[in-house]
């Protein structure tokens, strides 16, 4: 079964970065395409962005131009690097697959933005 293990967050002042990794255990990483996704406290999970296979990326346009979306094919582990972060962009962010069907969710890693 494939597991996701989210890592890298923190607590950072607004204009700061972080980078997450998410982990994916099993074979076919590389044949998916994969997405961050985040959420807020009393807010639905957004994705927020996506890399195909073929490494194409798209976002969402509250993060386009400050976060980047990469992937490792040979460590199974695919990157978020967040710059020029805001307090909105405080929340748990998760990745999975993307469209679904997804695999189990992940714990999520915590981002919380100071101002």
């Known amino acids: 079964q494939v597991q996701l293990v989210e890592s890298g967050g923190g607590l950072v002042q607004a204009g700061g970065s972080l980078r997450l990794s998410c982990a994916v255990s099993?074979?076919?990483?590389?044949?998916?395409?994969m997405a961050w996704f985040r959420q807020a406290p009393g807010k639905q999970r957004a994705l927020i962005a996506r890399i195909s296979s073929g490494s194409i990326h798209t976002y969402a346009d509250s993060v386009k131009g400050r976060f980047t979306i990469s992937r490792d094919n040979d460590k199974n582990t695919v990157y978020l690097q967040m710059n020029s972060l805001k307090p909105e962009n405080t929340a748990v962010y998760y990745c999975?697959?993307?469209?679904?069907?997804?695999?189990?969710w992940g714990r999520g890693t915590q981002v919380t933005v100071s101002s």
């Open positions: 099993g074979t076919m990483f590389r044949i998916y395409t």
């Open positions: 999975n697959r993307d469209p679904g069907p997804y695999v189990p």
